[in-house]
């Protein structure tokens, strides 16, 4: 018999397309959110797909939508500018959420994914980042309330994976980009794309030498469901290995857009990490899997994307 999966966070940028993939598996499909930051369009095309279920609510309440066979978990803010406009539920979901979550795996059972981040990683000394590494967070600061709620939530799944033996996954997510990425979130890849498809500057924050890995969202998708069928409860990272400076990145989709725009430099956020690079040999060895898509061709997929969010926001 097909699984029936829950899925937090399902209107999201990454929960919807993981909706999209358990439901190509033949899975039936439960998408919870609360619209916080997640998007109805995220899932207009599931409106008439029988095998998928949406309820809105919000996670960081006890809830129980009857028996499940697997549980990932993605419900949370994820950009900078939405985790720090939302600190407080930033918090709250990535405690109460998750526990609630995980108290729902137990009771039925479940299989249980947890959406985790190179986050965890801080502002690295240890470069590329392997899983082993412990990470350097201020915990104080601004993205305080992302970096420790997810940290927290690793913890939490580590525990109920010990104690109770949940059969648990953490999955490292590095910087990922592609279509339904949300539009006004702030974050550099969306920015980038849509004003240069809307011919206004370019922003780059600070000088622009701080480096990203940039993953295409279908191959963090196939990371991810081969991640779920594994054995593996340890940290697991997915991301894209190939590190790019923000300059370098602002450059690229200026080639591919084909875009003239300038390039203009704003300040530079408090605790912006200097560089984030996944070492994902644990990945390649573990599940066999490494990305496909450069950026190049990631960027030329999103473009139709972006087209209309430029032409909505314009
Ligand atoms: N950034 C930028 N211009 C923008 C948006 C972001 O230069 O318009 C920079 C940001 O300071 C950071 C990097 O791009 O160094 C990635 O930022 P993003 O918000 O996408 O995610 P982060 O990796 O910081 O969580």
Known sequence: MAKRVLVTGAAGFLGSHLCDALLSEGCSVVGVDNFCTGDRANLAHLKTEPRFEFVEADITKPFDL????????FASPASPVDYTRLGVETLLVGSAGT???LELARKYE??????STS?????????PQVETYWGRVNPIGPRSVYDEAKRFSEATVMAYHRYYKVNTHLVRIFNTYGPRLQKNDGRVISNLLIQALSGGPLTVYGDGSQTRSFCYVSDLIDGIMRLSKSGEALPVNIGNPVEWTILECAREVLKVTGGTSEIIFKDLPIDDPTRRRPDITKAKTLLGWEPTVSLNEGLKLSIEYFRNASRVSA
Do not use: M, R, S, W
């Open 66 to 73: 009857g028996k499940i066979d697997y549980l990932f978990n």
């Open 119 to 127: 986050e965890c990683y801080g502002d690295p000394e240890v470069h």
């Open 99 to 101: 526990l609630n979550t």
């Open 110 to 115: 479940a299989e249980y994914l947890h959406a």
